[in-house]
T-cell receptor
């Protein structure tokens, strides 16, 4: 079946690193994505990784992909209050993109 | 930077009325999608569209829903007779072949 799983909530102190984890089901996924959604707003593509890559770094963001375990993670270094949002993991599956339920990232002062 | 635009940003409609949600995908993209997100819930796939026809649709996309690309630039989602449970955020997305998907900012549909 199609399922992208991620924990629903993560609480991190400002300045620490946040790590949001995700597992997916389709081993043939070409792309794996991380989207950010701030309250009442749309889906902002944060980063994506090709399935033939293990890691991608983009400024404060690091994506790690373990294809064997079908595990994807997003690390946000030096987490700021502006990082407070819901983060959606998504995988490409055929003609569509399947989303997880989203992880709400809460920043503690 | 190219972007997907959606109009209106917020639509309020009475139950039983027809609504049309509009999207302008990125101009050289080939694949188009509609997703919806009921408040507080996950983002759900509705339909994908390629080469002027539906390529895949979910069980949510029943006979009340239709999509069209009337003029080569707009991509519309029509809900024929809205129900209260159609209230959601509707997202349009587009992509070229083998590239990342770009999403619009969404249309918040409120059915009263």
């Amino acid at each position: 079946g199609e399922d992208v799983e991620q924990s629903l909530f993560l609480s991190v102190r400002e300045g620490d690193s946040s790590v949001i984890n995700c597992t997916y089901t389709d081993s043939s996924s070409t792309y794996l994505y991380w989207y950010k959604q701030e309250p009442g707003a749309g889906l902002q593509l944060l980063t994506y990784i090709f399935s033939n890559m293990d890691m991608k770094q983009d400024q404060r963001l690091t994506v790690l992909l373990n294809k064997k375990d079908k595990h994807l993670s997003l690390r946000i270094a030096d987490t700021q209050t502006g990082d407070s949002a819901i983060y959606f993991c998504a995988e490409s599956m055929g003609d569509k993109i399947i989303f997880g339920k989203g992880t709400r990232l809460h920043i503690l002062p | 930077e190219p972007e997907v635009t959606q109009t209106p940003s917020h639509q309020v409609t009475q139950m039983g009325q027809e609504v049309i949600l509009r999207c302008v995908p990125i101009s050289n993209h080939l694949y188009f999608y509609w997703y919806r997100q009921i408040l507080g819930q996950k983002v759900e796939f509705l339909v994908s569209f390629y080469n002027n026809e539906i390529s895949e649709k979910s069980e949510i996309f029943d006979d009340q829903f239709s999509v069209e690309r009337p003029d080569g630039s707009n991509f519309t989602l029509k809900i024929r007779s809205t129900k209260l449970e159609d209230s959601a955020m509707y997202f349009c997305a587009s992509l070229q072949e083998n590239t990342e998907a770009f999403f619009g900012q969404g249309t918040r549909l409120t059915v009263v």
